[in-house]
Each structure stands twice: as C-alpha cells, then as structure tokens.
Antibody
C-alpha cells in the first residue's frame, strides 16, 4: 500500500521561509509525478505545484510562482516544497499527492501557519 | 484557468435517500486522446481526500457501487444512491486536463 508522509510544517512569520518534505513508500517513487495541494482553514482544495518523475519539469500555480520551489530526491524517495516570502494567505494544510489515471494517494498533510 | 463550479454547496440527506451533485467546467475536459479528465473526491471529516470516481464514471478501487458518475464535455454529475452515515463529508470534483489543476468549491453532504 502506497504511503506518503509530510513533515516540516509549522509557524512562520510573514516574509519567512519553510521547507516541506514528503517521503513516499510502497510505490515506485522514481516513476511517478508528485504534486503539492493545499487547503486553507475551512476552505477548499487548491493545487500548488507538480514535478515530473526525474525532476526536470516543474509547474506552479500563479499564486506561488517565483516564491515556491518543488524538487525531489529519488534516492531518498522524497519530494520537497521550498516556500519563501510566505504570506498570510499561504496558511493552509499542505498535502503531497500522486495521481494516476485510476488511483490517487495523498499524505495526511502538514499544517503551515503564517502569522506574526 | 479552468473554473469548476459545483452545486449545491450544502446537501442534507436522510439515510437511504439518494443524492446528486453537479459539477460544471468552464471548458471541455475532453482530451484529444479520448479521455475526459474529471475525477470526484470525498474528504471525510479530519481526513485527506480519497478518490471516488476517475475519468467521469469509473469507480476507484474499493468504492461501493452506490457511487456513480456521469457526464461529458463540461457537465458532470455524482450520484449517491442509498446514502449511509459514512458518506458524510465534502465532495469535490477536480479537473486534470491542464495545469493548474482545479477543484470545485466542494459540496458538504450531511445526514438529516
């Protein structure tokens, strides 16, 4: 059974940085595209970013472009989200996920609170 | 960006009754290879989203046959027959035709 476990969330001041980590197990990590999706408090789901299997292709939502960077280490079965210049509206639970045509696997999420 | 619009946003249902959720996209989700990239997710309270339906009408592994999806192009529907207490939560449609992938606002299903 595929499992994704996020970590690295926490409280950060506006303008600060945070690095999220997601470790995958029970799946062929090096062959799957990985995504980050976030959910603000009491809000819906918002896709944030994705990275292809070898890390050479990345895509971002406009609201995070230039501030967030997605990367991966297939030796460590890990995907990362470096978040810089954080704003209050980045406050959310951040999920890593992987999707195929007929399945999807989500982590349990890691909370990020941007506040002074 | 493709805008996904769900209705209703709140849906109280009695156990055993059926429920229907609509999802409309601002442009067709049909890819040239023939797939329509519309999925349905359920987020139960305190949990991560779980896949219910993929490619409009295909039930994901382990999903009861009480759940069914239909539609084409820009109009899609999730039907739940014989709603059970375990079906409560927020239902989302999601398009993965093009980035940014986008979700509907969510429909909160509760038991009367």
């Amino acid at each position: 059974e595929a499992q994704l476990v996020e970590s690295g969330g926490g409280l950060v001041q506006p303008g600060g940085s945070l690095r999220l980590t997601c470790v995958g197990s029970g799946l062929s990590f090096r062959n799957v595209w990985m995504h980050w999706v976030r959910q603000g408090p009491g809000k819906g789901l918002m896709w944030v970013s994705r990275i292809n299997s070898d890390g050479g292709d990345t895509t971002y939502a406009d609201s995070v472009k230039g501030r967030f960077t997605i990367s991966r280490d297939n030796v460590k079965n890990s995907v990362y989200l470096q978040m810089d210049s954080l704003r209050a509206d980045d406050t959310a639970v951040y999920y890593c996920a992987t999707f195929s045509l007929d399945s999807a696997h989500w982590g349990q999420g890691t909370p990020v609170l941007v506040s002074s | 960006d493709i805008v996904m619009t769900q209705s209703p946003l709140s849906l109280p249902v009695s156990p055993g009754e059926s429920a229907s959720i609509s999802c409309k996209s601002s442009q067709s989700l049909l890819h040239r290879i023939g797939y329509t990239y519309l999925d349905w997710y359920l987020q139960k309270p305190g949990q991560s989203p779980q896949l219910l339906i993929y490619l409009v009408s295909n039930r994901a592994s382990g999903v009861p046959d009480r759940f069914s999806g239909s539609g084409s192009g820009t109009d899609f529907t999730l039907n739940i027959s014989r709603v059970e207490a375990e079906d409560v939560g927020v239902y989302y449609c999601m398009q993965s035709l093009q980035t940014p992938w986008t979700f509907g606002q969510g429909t909160k299903v509760e038991i009367k």
